[in-house]
Antibody
Framework: QVQLVQSGAEMKKPGSSVRLSCRAS????????ICWVRRAPGKGLEWMGR????????NYAQSFQGRVTITADQSTSTTYMQMTNLRSEDTAVYYC????????????WGQGTTVTVSS | DVQMTQFPSSLSASVGDRVTITCRAS??????VSWYQQKPGEAPKLLIS???MVASGVPSRFSGSGSGTHYTLTISSLQPDDFAAYYC?????????FGQGTLVELK
């Protein structure tokens, strides 16, 4: 059974960048996508973007276009999400999840990574 | 862009109550809707996909329905483990949009 294992918590200064990872453990990437979702304190879930690792093609939510880059390394079954120009509003828990096209749902989730942006 | 409106934003209910949460799309979305439960400190969990397909391991008290622009998640008899936040998710081409969320609290 595939599990998604995310990298550890990060503390960043405003204006800096962060790179989070999400490794598929117990299996490898299939033809499904991996997406990134965040939840800021007091707010709801927000979809950020997705990548199909075997194709290397990524799509982004409009609000993150130009500031977020999602990449994948098939050799290590790892997906990365890089966000630049961090601001305090980016403080959130970031999740990766498997986006299964055949069921139109996110069936496996990582444990989440807390990113805190503070001066 | 297709917009998704979820309501209510919160509700108070008792154990045993029937609970219904609604998501309304700004245009017809052909049942491309899934539902998630999230508890504090945990990752979200898939409950329903393709509007009405119950995910593996999800109790039978959870059901989904809808078509066109109107979709609902129903909990037939609320249990203590069900007090959580619930979200709908819309698939449109390569984009995804979450509803605003519904917090189900104990009355």
């Amino acid at each position: 059974q595939v599990q998604l294992v995310q990298s550890g918590a990060e503390m960043k200064k405003p204006g800096s960048s962060v790179r989070l990872s999400c490794r598929a453990s117990g299996g490898s990437f299939s033809s499904d996508a991996i997406c990134w979702v965040r939840r800021a304190p007091g707010k709801g879930l927000e979809w950020m973007g997705r990548i199909v690792p075997i194709l290397g093609t990524a799509n982004y939510a409009q609000s993150f276009q130009g500031r977020v880059t999602i990449t994948a390394d098939q050799s290590t079954s790892t997906t990365y999400m890089q966000m630049t120009n961090l601001r305090s509003e980016d403080t959130a828990v970031y999740y990766c999840a498997r986006d299964v096209s055949s069921v139109l749902g996110f069936d496996i989730w990582g444990q989440g990574t807390t990113v805190t942006v503070s001066s | 862009d297709v917009q998704m409106t979820q309501f209510p934003s919160s509700l108070s209910a008792s154990v045993g109550d029937r609970v219904t949460i609604t998501c309304r799309a700004s245009e017809s979305v052909s049942r491309w809707v899934s539902w998630y439960q999230q508890k504090p400190g945990e990752a979200p969990k898939l409950l329903i996909s393709k509007a009405s397909m119950v995910a593996s391991g999800v109790p039978s008290r959870f059901s989904g329905s809808g078509s066109g622009t109107h979709y609902t998640l129903t909990i037939s008899s609320l249990q203590p483990d069900d007090f959580a936040a619930y979200y709908c998710l819309l698939y449109v081409s390569h984009s995804r949009t979450f509803g605003q969320g519904t917090l189900v609290e104990l009355k």
